[in-house]
């Protein structure tokens, strides 16, 4: 089955509150598409948007995405942006969705390089001699500390993100429990 087909058949694993899987719905709109996230947190959230915007082609499943290979399916298209690297095994998640990929499908990844992070590691080994919790209090505490940096100090970078003007952005870009960087 060539992945030019009409009506693709479109994984979107690991997609947190739907904004991935929306645009992949409405950019693919004869397109099957799944969204898995673990959160069921997030995939309510992703659920009730999807209904506010009235796509239809767009499924929601809770799901780990390291156990996916027991389901009896395959799709022609895999996204997965953001996701790998904060696996305990990102090489097992990766074998995981390859063997979900009908032959010549396309899979699409999005991962964190060493060489991109280097500054978020930097903080994160700040945050860690600080002694810093990923709790609010710490949390605001931490980012008002790293608004202090000199423009000349590298681990200032992380302030431009617009993760960092959240708390629970924050805590997934400088707290996040694991995070693998690849290269």
Do not use: M, W
Not at 77 to 89: Q, R
Not at 110 to 137: D, F, M, N, T, W
């Amino acid at each position: 089955r060539p992945l030019h087909v009409l009506n693709p058949d479109i994984l979107v694993a690991g997609c947190g509150t739907g904004q991935h899987p929306l645009e992949t719905a409405r950019h693919f709109p004869t397109a099957k598409v799944l969204a898995i996230d673990l959160s069921l947190a997030s995939l309510g959230y992703a659920i009730r948007k999807t209904q506010e915007l009235g796509v239809e082609n767009l499924q929601y499943a809770q799901a780990d995405l390291t156990q996916l290979s027991s389901i009896d399916r395959q799709f022609d298209i895999i996204e997965s942006i953001g996701v790998l690297h904060h696996l305990d095994k990102p090489v097992a998640g990766l074998q995981t969705l390859v063997s979900l990929l009908r032959p010549n499908g396309l899979l699409k990844l999005g991962l964190y390089s060493e060489c991109a992070r280097q500054h978020v590691a930097a903080v994160r080994a700040y945050i860690s001699e600080r002694g810093y919790k990923p709790s609010v209090k710490d949390i605001r505490r931490c980012r008002q500390d790293l608004r202090t940096f000199g423009d000349q100090d590298f681990r200032k970078q992380v302030t431009n993100f617009s993760d960092f003007f959240s708390v629970s952005g924050c805590r997934d870009l400088l707290f996040h429990v694991q995070e693998h960087r690849l290269t």
